[in-house]
């Protein structure tokens, strides 16, 4: 009988799998070592059968996130790929979902929160400038990493329109107590408005520990949205008030602009300056350190390695590449390990020095200037560590077909009347998404997760209105 092959054998040599620490509507994340570098990554594991008409949202994310490269966004490091799995490995976060965080305190102090917010405004802000909207954010999206970090993880709904960011689009995404008031009503909307309003429900599940709209029935919840009408607990001061209002508007022509959020007194108060969103990666040229300790390592020229890691190929190459990396940012030594066979044991096929040895191999690279990968894996786009790097001017976003509210609510997740969607095989009920392909007139809103109103005791509210 054949032997069974494992469908994590692509992974032997590169990295030592451990538990499974989360899963989502497509994927299982489990940690691991990477082993040449002894250093943690999250994998995240997707069945290519599973996924089905899903299948092109997931590399609609992979592409996405080749270009993107933020303290608060989470790396990309490598893409392996088989007949039946896709493996992303990615930068680990190892203390959990903003959503937890704030459901353990019952919600933040302000100064906490705008800590988080100012994190947050800084990725919004990088994103966009690179053309791209997120359009699920919301706090499962939004991992901590073991400095208190955010990283915005999940880009499998992004909005990368070829017109840039001023282009309208159509298809309704993300989780319907996040979507924005247009977004809801079917119409046409700018990806970053949209991603502005998300940010204010976020802002406000940080303040308060309740979602401002919310509603079992979805019709009623949209109603709410479109309405714009939500309580202010007392505890929320003027300053928090006046922000939420800002972000808050039925009107995308009246909400804030992510460039005025950065400066707004609110997220500069008791902070020395408004935000940043520049990367601190370095996005033109390799780390010349990183390159030599390869290079020394695999007993190749600096010129070889070099040039091996600007084809971008997100291969073991690329990861030890950017862990490296990692290492000299957070002030660590940069070394490849070297695993030394005990004696009388039989070495690996596939030990990682060879499997980086095979990467350097590959025949010459097309030239290509030394900088960040693009979706065809290489090109300047900034993806590797120093403390240099720019924000491009913030372009806005795309078009699409217009859904009616109707058709949405009998479509969405959960309240479908589609049994395909229904039986739908995905973990967790909560992160569940119906198949959805482009960016064409199909929904794709998931379920809240954030406690709702009623959920904990509060003190009285004041409505407000739009
Ligand atoms: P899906 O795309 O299927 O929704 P996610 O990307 O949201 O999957 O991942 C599912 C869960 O796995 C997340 O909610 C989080 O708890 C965990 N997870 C995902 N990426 C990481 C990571 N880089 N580090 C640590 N945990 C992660």
Redesign the pocket.
Known sequence: MPQQVSPYAILEGQYELHET???????K?K?ATHILSGEKV?V?I?DKRQLGDDLPRIYL?IEAMKQLSHQHV?KLYQVLETETKIFMV?????G??LFDYIVERDRLEEDEARLFFRQIASAVAYIHSMGYAHRDLKP??L?LDDDQQL?L??F?LCANPAGGMDQRLATCCGSPAYAAPELVSGHQYLGSEADIWSMGVLLYALLCGFLPFDDENLGALYRKIQAGVYEKPEWLSAGSRDFLHTMLQVDPKRRITITQLLNHPWIVLGQPHGVDATSKYKTCGVDEDVITEIAVHQGKSRVAVRQAVCRWSYDYLTATYFLLVTQKMKGKPIRLIQKVTPLGEIPSQRTPARCLMEQLNKEKPVDVPCGMPNSLGNSPRGLHTSLEGGLDDIDLLSICKVTPIDQLVDKVVGKTTNPELELTPLVSPK?RRPPSVGDDDKENFAQPRVPTPGHKSRKKATPSTP
């Not at 990615?90 to 190892?94: A, D, R, S």
């Open positions: 620490i989360g899963s989502g509507g497509f994927a994340v940690v999250a995240k997707m994310e989470c990615l930068e680990y976060c190892p959990g979902e499962e999206n991992l990283k993880i999940d499998g992160k």
